[in-house]
């Protein structure tokens, strides 16, 4: 069974750092696409960071601007979101999203097959 959890978010001041995780579960890691989104209220979701793990490429949303860090810990069958210099800007639901046996990795939030049910991160200024 697909399942996606995601754990880590919190309230946090700005400048400091929080990571999520997302334990997936029923995934091969052989080519999976697994992506972090984010919406905030009265805003659309927006893609954070992407990893495709048939070639361990990663992408990030252009506001990232170095200050994130995806990553795939396959033995954990778990997907990290590193999250530094945080700014009330990042205040937002994040969620995990996966899609399995993949053959590519897109933005599109529609591609993702599995979901989780997200995770608060509240940055204060």
Known sequence: ???LVESGG???????SLRLS????GYTWRSAC???????????REGVALI????????????????????????????YLQMNSLKAED???YYCAGSNWASFCPWRGSFF?????GTQ?????
């Open 91 to 93: 205040t937002a639901m």
């Open 10 to 16: 919190g309230s946090v001041q700005a400048g400091g």
């Open 52 to 79: 495709y793990t048939s070639n361990n490429s990663t992408a990030y949303g252009d506001f990232v601007k170095g200050r994130f860090t995806i990553s795939l810990d396959n033995a954990k069958n778990t997907v």
């Open 1 to 3: 069974q697909v399942q």
């Open 22 to 25: 997302c334990a997936a579960s």
């Open 121 to 125: 991160v509240t940055v204060s200024s």
């Open 113 to 117: 097959k599995d979901w989780g049910q």
């Open 34 to 44: 697994m992506g972090w989104f984010r919406q905030a209220p009265g805003k659309e």
